[in-house]
């Protein structure tokens, strides 16, 4: 069974940053894509980002492009997603995901999923 740990997510102003970590092991880190989505109240998961298998390969939804960067520490089997710029409508529980396919931003690819942290961006 593949693990995910999120952290990192907070309470933050307009204009602000943070950045969301996703541990994992190591068996899952070098043989999964993973993924970031993101839930807001009364709306459906959506793709945020995504990290193909070799890490060189990234996948961003265009609402986040160029504020927004996913990447990897391969020393401590960790997704990071490096949020910038922060708008009140990126409010939502972020989600790291896994998956087999690498590139994918169709959330029914990733068979495991991480527990989500909660972003709050305030006017």
């Known amino acids: 069974q593949v693990q995910l740990v999120e952290s990192g997510g907070g309470l933050v102003q307009a204009g602000g940053s943070l950045r969301l970590s996703c541990a994992t092991s190591?068996?899952?880190?070098?043989?999964?894509?993973m993924g970031w989505f993101r839930q807001a109240p009364g709306k459906e998961r959506e793709f945020v980002a995504a990290l193909g298998w070799s890490g060189s390969n990234t996948y961003y939804a265009d609402s986040v492009k160029g504020r927004f960067t996913i990447s990897r520490d391969n020393a401590k089997n960790t997704v990071y997603l490096q949020m910038n710029s922060l708008k009140p409508e990126d409010t939502a529980v972020y989600y790291c995901?896994?998956?087999?396919?690498?590139?994918?931003?169709?959330?029914?690819?990733?068979?495991?999923w991480g527990q989500g942290t909660q972003v709050t961006v305030s006017s």
């Open positions: 995901a896994a998956s087999r396919y690498d590139g994918t931003r169709y959330a029914g690819a990733y068979g495991d």
């Open positions: 190591k068996r899952t880190f070098v043989s999964y894509a």
